[in-house]
């Protein structure tokens, strides 16, 4: 792996099936439970529940419904891929040979999954406090420097971070528009409540949007530490 982050498993057999999806399992006619989607189960609660109990200390102030709200940006799909990936898990798993043809090793779902039975394949091997060490080697730093991998769309996590304390006026405005038509460059700004909170470049008006919202966004989480 990129980085075994100084876990060594006692149980390899039980790593190994934290690797094995179940287009393999069937095509090797192996048990449904030789297939990681039990420890898929197990690695979603203890990370639900880790991510949960930071976001309960780091926010003393904010009430469950807007801690629901950032812990289902953290752990979302494209989240989860992207941490999978960011380890080298993709590099690892057993697929079938349809899935396997069908890209099935990128495809987010599956490496959504491949994280999780991880997750759940440390629980059995190394208890509760392993997973809350490694999510906080590689998740929590993602979410503290605001490198918020998980996210695709910055103007809807920037109006979903902000209207957790309510409605909010958000506004986007273009500062600078240059160059020739077919290589035009916007500078545009994000405004809440009349107040800036970060600017953007891009070769169209939505990608600039997108900028900005991406420097409002970090600079927002930033903020909380």
Do not use: W
């Not at 916007?186 to 953007?200: D, M, R």
């Amino acid at each position: 792996m990129k980085n075994d982050f100084g876990i060594f498993f006692s149980d390899f057999k039980l790593l190994k099936t934290a690797f094995t999806h179940s287009s393999y399992a069937n095509e090797k006619h192996l048990p449904k439970t030789a297939s990681n989607e039990r420890l898929e189960f197990l690695g979603d609660a203890a990370l639900s529940l880790t991510i949960s109990e930071y976001l309960y200390l780091k926010f003393p102030d904010k009430q469950e419904g807007e801690l629901s709200k950032i812990r289902s940006s953290l752990v979302r799909t494209e989240s989860l891929a992207k941490f999978s990936k960011k380890c080298g898990f993709d590099t690892y798993i057993l697929l079938g040979n349809g899935e396997e043809q069908t890209g099935g090793r990128s495809r987010e779902t599956i490496l959504e999954d491949l994280f999780e039975s991880f997750l759940g394949a440390l629980v059995l091997d190394q208890g509760f406090e392993a997973v809350k060490k490694f999510l906080n080697l590689v998740m929590i730093p993602e979410f503290e420097d605001g490198d918020f991998i998980g996210v695709t769309d910055y103007k809807t996590a920037l109006q979903e971070l902000l209207q957790t304390n309510g409605d909010t006026r958000i506004e986007y405005k273009v500062l600078e528009e240059v160059g020739p038509d077919h290589l035009k460059e916007f500078k545009i700004a994000v405004y809440e409540n009349g107040l800036q909170l970060g600017t953007g470049k891009g070769h169209s008006k939505k990608a600039a949007e997108q900028e900005a919202a991406k420097d409002a966004f970090k600079t927002a989480i930033r903020s909380k530490k």
